[in-house]
């Protein structure tokens, strides 16, 4: 089965950075990859699917690229309703998550 | 709008059951794949199973293989997930989420608020 690895695990950012979190698979896929933002207590939120296509009602300042074995999600300009738990997913597979903690 | 709502989590024994349900409204569940997924206390989330439109297929991660079996009622608009030989690792929230329509890499566009089941004695 095809593994997800996010990085960073963690980061301390501040409002107004850009960030970027990347997710390696183990082998070559397509460009079928979502992120998924998760704020404490609650569920899962679909932000971008298909690699870079903006989930609806999402932000612009969210983006997400990347094709074959490496994607990114970037914010252009951290808010402070960003701060959040971030999640590559494909076909059933999690990255294990990227925290974003206020700096 | 379209609504998920989980149900029957609780507190339960190493080795017992529980049937978890998760009603669906608006839309047409019988158009969409659909998912369980759990998240362990501070961890990640990990799908547990996912079950075709007119469940004729299902997928287990290898964890619950074996002891879980995920079933929907299209026509009650409700999805399942039965949990037997319950252990302590499977203590979890567990949410029901949609699968996108047409969506070849399982997209998950919809998730339910989850409920929580507990494995302790």
């Known amino acids: 089965a095809i593994q997800l690895t996010q990085s960073p695990s963690s980061l301390s950012t501040s409002v107004g950075d850009r960030v970027t979190i990347t997710c390696r698979a183990s082998?070559?896929?397509?460009?079928?990859l979502a992120w998924y933002q998760q704020k404490p207590g609650k569920p899962p939120k679909l932000l971008i699917f298909d690699a870079s296509s903006l989930e609806g009602g999402v932000p612009y300042r969210f983006s997400g690229s990347g094709s074959g074995t490496d994607f990114t999600l970037t914010i252009s300009s951290l808010q402070p309703e960003d701060f959040a738990t971030y999640y590559c997913h494909q076909r059933g597979t999690f990255g294990q998550g990227t925290r974003l903690e206020i700096k | 709008e379209v609504q998920l709502v989980e149900s029957g989590g609780g507190l339960v024994q190493p080795g017992g059951s529980l049937r978890l349900s998760c009603a669906a409204s608006g839309f047409t569940l019988s158009n969409h794949w659909m998912s369980w997924v759990r998240q362990a206390p501070g961890k990640g989330l990990e799908r547990v199973a996912t079950?075709?439109?007119?469940?004729?297929?299902?997928y287990y991660v290898d964890s619950v293989k074996g002891r879980s079996t995920i079933s929907r009622d299209n026509a009650k608009n409700s999805l399942y997930l039965q949990m037997d030989s319950l252990r302590a690792e499977d203590t979890a929230v567990y949410y029901c989420?949609?699968?996108?329509?047409?969506?070849?890499?399982?997209?998950?566009?919809?998730w339910g608020q989850g409920t929580l089941v507990t494995v302790s004695s």
């Open positions: 082998q070559g896929t397509d460009s079928a």
């Open positions: 989420a949609r699968v996108r329509l047409r969506s070849v890499a399982g997209i998950l566009d919809y």
């Open positions: 079950i075709k439109e007119d469940g004729s297929e299902k």
